[in-house]
């Protein structure tokens, strides 16, 4: 009987090259659950998903990935880009990990590995952002540049604090962004300084900022839309409201939709999945329900 296989593609440097002391380990567990594996290593941005579009997916049964959330946003829009569709397993090795926290995926790596082997299917909801791909967040404005104008060595080091005291940094220069904003379920206009459209029960570590009943297969995106402070003050009220999750009406905005268009005067720097994503005046972003299959543990 011919071996399934595998193609497993990892980030070397990710979350402090936490792969190198589990590499080896995690190759032995996809073989002796019968898989035949070709590893690939990334070798700079983007890699993950020239490695999974370049390669025939009907000659694979499963691609791992293994990295941060920016790794897994690269493997799965090149699997979305495919003709045909094949699970994907992953192996968090980066410094927050949001969407695997979510899935109750294990952080520990090996812990990890059997979960794919061992696991189940899940039909999970994938973003689309005008052309792009997203699998968890889709953001703009205050700390969402922080995650990738600050250094890899910098974000290993710190962890969670590379996130606070960048932003912290800029608070004195925080943005605004003129924008209407569509949806069936609410439409607005004003001057908004952060906005994130989420499917993941925690953003930057931080759990339950999304909302208290998120489901990532329901088809359904939450949105949390933030409109400028009067003051410093005021801004302090919403980082509270926001980490509580104790809605501030006047100045934040929370919602589920499946789709929403947003407009702006100016070009606005989004990030997707903590990469950089484009800046842009309108965006149209829409949830593919249950379009990608993930394997969790059961």
């Given at each position: 009987?011919?071996?399934?296989?595998?193609?497993?593609?990892?980030?070397?440097?990710?979350?402090?090259?936490?792969?190198?002391?589990?590499l080896l380990d995690i190759i032995d567990i996809f073989t002796k659950a019968d898989y035949e594996v070709t590893a690939y290593p990334t070798q700079s941005k983007g890699d993950g998903k020239k490695a999974v579009m370049e390669r025939k997916m009907g000659y694979y049964d499963l691609v791992?990935?293994?990295?941060?959330?920016?790794?897994?946003?690269?493997?799965?829009?090149?699997?979305m880009q495919c003709e045909r569709r094949i699970p994907v397993?992953?192996?968090?090795?980066?410094?927050?990990n949001d969407f695997a926290n979510s899935l109750h995926i294990p952080r520990n790596m090996i812990d990890a590995a059997y979960g794919i082997v061992n696991g189940r299917d899940f039909g999970c909801d994938v973003g689309t952002f005008n052309d792009d791909i997203f699998v968890y967040i889709a953001a703009f404005g205050i700390f969402t540049e922080v995650s990738y104008e600050t250094s890899q060595d910098?974000?290993?080091?710190?962890?969670?604090?590379?996130?606070?005291?960048?932003?912290?940094?800029?608070?004195?220069?925080v943005r605004s962004y003129r924008m209407e904003v569509e949806s069936r379920e609410l439409t607005t206009q004003?001057?908004?300084?952060?906005?994130?459209?989420?499917?993941?029960?925690?953003?930057?570590?931080f759990k339950r900022i999304t909302g208290k009943y998120v489901e990532l297969d329901d088809g359904e995106f939450e949105v949390t839309l933030i409109r400028r402070?009067?003051?410093?003050?005021?801004?302090?009220?919403?980082?509270?409201?926001?980490?509580?999750?104790?809605?501030?009406?006047?100045?934040?905005?929370?919602?589920?939709?499946?789709?929403?268009?947003?407009?702006?005067?100016?070009?606005?720097?989004?990030?997707?999945?903590?990469?950089?994503?484009?800046?842009?005046?309108v965006v149209e972003i829409c949830n593919q329900k249950q379009a990608l299959c993930i394997k969790i543990p059961e």
């Amino acid at each position: 009987m011919e071996k399934k296989k595998i193609l497993f593609i990892y980030n070397p440097k990710a979350g402090k090259a936490r792969i190198r002391s589990n590499l080896l380990d995690i190759i032995d567990i996809f073989t002796k659950a019968d898989y035949e594996v070709t590893a690939y290593p990334t070798q700079s941005k983007g890699d993950g998903k020239k490695a999974v579009m370049e390669r025939k997916m009907g000659y694979y049964d499963l691609v791992v990935c293994s990295g941060g959330d920016g790794t897994l946003d690269e493997v799965v829009t090149g699997m979305m880009q495919c003709e045909r569709r094949i699970p994907v397993g992953y192996v968090p090795a980066g410094s927050t990990n949001d969407f695997a926290n979510s899935l109750h995926i294990p952080r520990n790596m090996i812990d990890a590995a059997y979960g794919i082997v061992n696991g189940r299917d899940f039909g999970c909801d994938v973003g689309t952002f005008n052309d792009d791909i997203f699998v968890y967040i889709a953001a703009f404005g205050i700390f969402t540049e922080v995650s990738y104008e600050t250094s890899q060595d910098v974000k290993n080091l710190l962890g969670h604090m590379a996130y606070i005291l960048e932003g912290m940094r800029r608070l004195s220069s925080v943005r605004s962004y003129r924008m209407e904003v569509e949806s069936r379920e609410l439409t607005t206009q004003g001057e908004f300084l952060f906005g994130m459209v989420t499917n993941s029960t925690s953003v930057g570590g931080f759990k339950r900022i999304t909302g208290k009943y998120v489901e990532l297969d329901d088809g359904e995106f939450e949105v949390t839309l933030i409109r400028r402070p009067a003051s410093p003050m005021e801004l302090n009220l919403i980082m509270a409201a926001l980490i509580n999750r104790n809605i501030n009406t006047d100045c934040m905005y929370c919602f589920k939709t499946s789709s929403l268009r947003i407009r702006s005067d100016e070009p606005v720097a989004w990030t997707l999945d903590g990469e950089f994503g484009g800046e842009h005046t309108v965006v149209e972003i829409c949830n593919q329900k249950q379009a990608l299959c993930i394997k969790i543990p059961e």
